[in-house]
Each structure stands twice: as structure tokens, then as C-alpha cells.
Nanobody, 116 residues
Framework: QVRLVESGGGLVQAGGSLRLSCGAS????????MGWYRQAPGNQRDLVAR???????TYADSVKGRFTISRDNDKNTVTLQMNSLKPEDTAVYYC??????????WGQGTQVTVSS
């Protein structure tokens, strides 16, 4: 089992910045990818950014150039720096960990609200 605990999020004006962090505990040696997904009301949960153990990254087109994902394998944390936030970035953000045996684990979610 892998447990994910998120921090950060909140309310910010458009153009502002927020930083999300996620710490993993439990069977962490089996984690391959870590990332962030988001879900707005009425929408499906979509990938925001993902990073592998070797620091290969993937970003949704909508956040490229504005968001940066990073990972500290020693501290078992993943961070999402979000700059130039837009109202359409408003959603619940979920931390995700994917394991080598293709299991997925999720954090409890943290609300990000961007006001116009």
C-alpha cells in the first residue's frame, strides 16, 4: 500500500501562483511515476503533469509553460509549481502514484480556486 498526503492549494487571483506538494509513505520502493490530476465539477479527472523515477516529465497542453512538476526521490515527495494561474485551472487536484506492478494510488485531493 502507498499513502499520499497532499498540501497546498487554496484561493488565488488570476495570474497568481500556488504550490502543491505530495508526500508518499508505505511501500514507496514500488513507486514508478508520480503526478497530479485535476477534476472540475462535471468533468472527468484529467492528467495535469507526471514525472517518472528518472525525471521524465509529461504535461497537459493546457499547462505547458506555466506549471512545473518536480520530484525528490529521497524525500518521496512530488511538487507542482503553478504559475500564471487562470480561472480554468480551478479544480480539485489529486496526487497520484503509479507502481511498477501497475497499481494506482490517490491522495485525498486539494481544492485550487482561481478567481478572475
Amino acid at each position: 500500500q502507498v499513502r499520499l498526503v497532499e498540501s497546498g492549494g487554496g484561493l488565488v487571483q488570476a495570474g497568481g501562483s500556488l504550490r502543491l506538494s505530495c508526500g508518499a509513505s508505505g511501500f514507496i520502493s514500488n513507486i514508478n511515476t508520480m503526478g497530479w490530476y485535476r477534476q472540475a465539477p462535471g468533468n472527468q479527472r484529467d492528467l495535469v503533469a507526471r514525472i517518472t523515477k528518472t525525471d521524465s516529465t509529461t504535461y497537459a497542453d493546457s499547462v505547458k509553460g506555466r506549471f512545473t512538476i518536480s520530484r525528490d526521490n529521497d524525500k518521496n515527495t512530488v511538487t507542482l509549481q503553478m504559475n500564471s494561474l487562470k480561472p480554468e485551472d480551478t479544480a480539485v487536484y489529486y496526487c497520484n502514484a503509479g507502481t511498477l506492478n501497475l497499481r494506482n494510488y490517490w491522495g485525498q485531493g486539494t481544492q485550487v480556486t482561481v478567481s478572475s
